[in-house]
Nanobody
Framework: QVQLVESGGGLVQPGGSLRLSCAAS????????MGWYRQAPGKQRELVAS???????NYEDSVKGRFTISRDNANNTVYLQMNKLKLEDTAVYSC???????????WGQGTLVTVSS
């Protein structure tokens, strides 16, 4: 059974930091592109950052220079370090595992990040 379990969300003040984790099980982690997505109230879900098995990364423009995605293939975990958080970063953050070469993907249940003073 495939599971993606996010953790690390919470309430933080503007300018603060949080580190999200997504632990994967039931997949061959090194064969998946790992991505973090977010959905704010009333908005469509958007890609925040992704990281390919080889290490290449992609970031949404508004988080460049503030967020960093990383992965630990030995422990089947992907991280999202979020610094200099802004009010507009408030959203439910979910991780997605997308298999390379074939059409297969899995989602986690999401973790809420609230940026508020």
């Amino acid at each position: 059974q495939v599971q993606l379990v996010e953790s690390g969300g919470g309430l933080v003040q503007p300018g603060g930091s949080l580190r999200l984790s997504c632990a994967a099980s039931g997949i061959t982690f090194r064969l998946y592109v790992m991505g973090w997505y977010r959905q704010a109230p009333g908005k469509q879900r958007e890609l925040v950052a992704s990281m390919a098995p080889g290490g290449s990364t992609n970031y949404e423009d508004s988080v460049k220079g503030r967020f960093t995605i990383s992965r630990d293939n030995a422990n089947n975990t992907v991280y999202l370090q979020m610094n200099k958080l802004k009010l507009e970063d408030t959203a439910v953050y979910s991780c997605k595992a997308r298999r390379i070469f074939i059409e297969q993907e899995y989602w986690g249940q999401g973790t809420l990040v609230t940026v508020s003073s």
